[in-house]
């Protein structure tokens, strides 16, 4: 009987370890991000996410929305920041995701650059001259949008596919005529250029960086998401209450160079180049409310006309959820 119980009581206390090591490892996740340099980097270095959701948080910066599609379809990434463009392309592959907030949107942040001398000095000027950008990003939708616009076809442009350090040393070597980039390849590329166009000066063709979360982790992590939010809602509303305060020297601005590599003094016009909404915007018609629905299905248009994907759907709705922005506005 003694021994009996000596065995129950080991196994219980195996179970009970097991559970407080499966409780430890659900308050663990990998959050996935670009390095932009957005007053979010500067929450990131002050663990600001970290206070707010009681979550061991690694954050692990992406070079492209196409390695954060890979990471969330894999399972090794639960929630991440996503380019509008990308967000379409997963979407419409089936990545089991669903953009719940706004990171930022794109003002001039990212822009079309003429080297030069190339006789480049409006968007019709592009005919018949060499443009890189990397593929599928929210830099080619504005970069084709602003071609269509312009009543130039889309032949009429040789776009070349690039990353934006390949799109930096072709720059630097004179392979292309112009460029549409965000930095540190456009500030490289405005060295010996010029700004035709801005993001948000493309009409009909709106660019943002949202947050995507693993559908299931979402649900199961409710309480999670809605802290996330408001501590992503403070981070933004730190900047926006006195922009002009984030000077070369202030501590935010510093801490957003150090984690992001960009030079200090370089950081407050990089910030200037973005929107940064309150969740009560995110939630609004414009964007999660019904705009962004209607945005990615627009987006996956162009994707398919440019064969960036073999299909679409007709509605992407279910990759689009507010709940989280709603419960965080309580």
Do not use: C
């Not at 939010?229 to 160079?257: E, F, H, Q």
């Amino acid at each position: 009987m003694l021994a009996r119980r000596t065995l129950l009581g080991a196994v219980a206390a195996i179970f009970l370890a097991g559970a407080a090591n499966t409780a430890a490892m659900a308050e663990k996740v990998v959050i996935g991000h670009f390095g932009t340099p957005i007053p979010l980097q500067a929450a990131i270095a002050a663990k600001e996410f970290e206070k707010a959701t009681g979550w061991e948080i690694e954050w692990r910066k992406f070079g492209s929305g196409a390695e954060i599609i890979a990471a969330m379809a894999s399972g090794d990434l639960k929630l991440s920041e996503l380019g509008s463009s990308p967000l379409a392309i997963g979407a419409s592959q089936g990545v089991d995701y669903q953009l719940f907030a706004i990171s930022n949107i794109i003002g001039d942040a990212e822009a079309l650059i003429a080297r030069d001398g190339s006789g480049i000095t409006k968007v019709e000027d592009l005919k018949g001259k060499k443009v890189g950008v990397p593929l599928g990003s929210t830099a080619h939708y504005s970069l084709m949008g602003a071609i269509k616009n312009a009543g130039l076809a889309s032949g009429d442009v040789e776009v070349i596919g690039m990353k934006p350090d390949q799109i930096t040393a072709a720059w630097e070597q004179g392979q292309i005529d112009a460029t549409f980039i965000w930095e540190p390849a456009k500030g490289k590329a405005l060295k010996n250029g010029k700004m035709i166009i801005a993001a948000n000066q493309v009409t009909g063709a709106p660019t943002f960086d949202g947050w995507v979360v693993n559908t299931e982790f979402g649900k199961a992590n409710a309480d999670f998401m809605t802290k996330f939010l408001k501590a992503l809602d403070a981070a933004n509303a730190a900047y926006n209450s006195n922009p002009d305060a984030w000077t070369a020297d202030a501590t935010p601005v510093t801490a957003i160079a150090a984690q992001t590599g960009s030079p200090a003094e370089e950081v407050p016009a990089a910030l200037k180049g973005y929107a940064f909404p309150s969740i009560k915007d995110m939630a609004s018609a414009d964007w999660l409310g019904g705009g962004n629905q209607s945005n990615m299905l627009a987006t996956a248009k162009f994707l398919l006309e440019n064969k960036r994907v073999d299909a679409i759907l007709d509605d992407y709705s279910k990759f689009v959820n507010a709940d989280y922005l709603a419960a965080a506005m309580k």
